[in-house]
């Protein structure tokens, strides 16, 4: 395995129980994939879709990356990592995406979210609460079925989350809000929503997600079905997130702890052999290497290890081989590389591209294995 020293990148602080030479490598490279990604918001060579929708400071392909920030700072104490969160929220004025009730413009919330915990205070999340607020005074009365509109921002039920890579864009910051607030109404709705989508796009005999209802009937040249590796990715990582703020006592948490095992379960199993995911799910032959999905699935994985859902000694070689993976795809200079762009379908992918929420999905693994390693 390739390991970047932290001495080579002149880190000037780790956090707490940072002494391993293992964790410090861990966290070294992820320090140098953000700097490299902080060095290139408005301008990333890699990227080669969606141009326009990526660069706008509330995207979700940013939102995503914020979201690994947060995780980053608090694992590495790395001050300017928190610093450059909270001067992001100042720039955006703590503002969600200005599409009420998309999911995608919920996602960067999540980083407000994380720096109203940290100092910022209620105002860091009053214009996200504001949104809530607005949604659960006139719910989305919808079909989960994915109808394309002629004008694609129209279709219906994109007011929903009719798609599975909202499960990891919007559920997290509902739930997290209730933690704030203490009111329980965000949180209620959420987990209900979840449970609707996961009823509509959970193919209970594969155990995975399909990307939204179009492919349900969708298959391969083989006759396989057609399981998205980032879509399941986002969906893995983001139970992973909600689980993380839903009280121990909640109701809803042994259905998501039960979902969340079986994935992991079947996910495993389709791990390849250099340690990536195929970017469609079950047609692993000639499948390039792929970093989106790989890293929400490692994520996911080292968290259930570290908090007591999966056992080590089932699932840590899965973890080590997919991190491995993973540190193989950054180049030199800290570009995350292997990313497949924009799509809502496994795509071609090659080494040189890259996205924000790729970079994203690398903080949110590196900073799962780092925490595994504090033990």
Known sequence: MKWVLASMLGLTSLAAGAASPARQEVLALAARAADWQLAHMDKAPGITSFGEETYQPRSWQKGAFWVGMTRLADV???????????????????????????????????????????????????????????????PAVTHLSFVPAKNYEETACLRRWCWCDALFMSPPAWVEMSQQTGDPRYAEFALAEFRATTDFLYDPAEKLFYRDSRFFERRDA????????????????????????????????????????EMAIRLRS?????????????????????????????????????????????????IDRGWDALVRAVAGDGKVGWVQQVSDRPDVVSESDTQFYGAGAFLLAASAMAALMED
């Open 270 to 318: 389709l791990q390849k052999s250099d340690g990536y995911w195929p970017p469609s799910l079950l047609a692993p032959e000639n499948s390039p290497p792929e970093t989106s999905g790989t890293g929400f699935y490692v994520y996911g994985f080292a968290w259930g290890v570290k908090h007591g859902l999966l056992d080590a000694a089932e699932y840590r070689t899965t």
């Open 76 to 138: 590495s104490g790395e001050k300017r990592f928190a610093d450059a969160i909270f001067v992001n929220g100042a720039n955006t004025q703590w503002q969600p995406g200005p599409r009420t009730y998309h999911a995608d413009d919920h996602v960067i919330g999540q980083s407000y979210l994380w720096a109203a915990r940290h100092g910022a205070g209620s105002k860091a999340i009053a214009p996200l609460r504001a949104t809530f607020e607005v949604i659960l005074a006139k």
């Open 222 to 261: 083989q006759g396989r079905k057609q399981f998205w590796s980032r879509g399941n990715g986002w969906v893995f990582a983001g139970i992973v997130d909600v689980l993380e703020f839903l009280p121990k006592n909640s109701p809803q948490r042994p259905h998501l702890e039960k979902l969340y095992r």
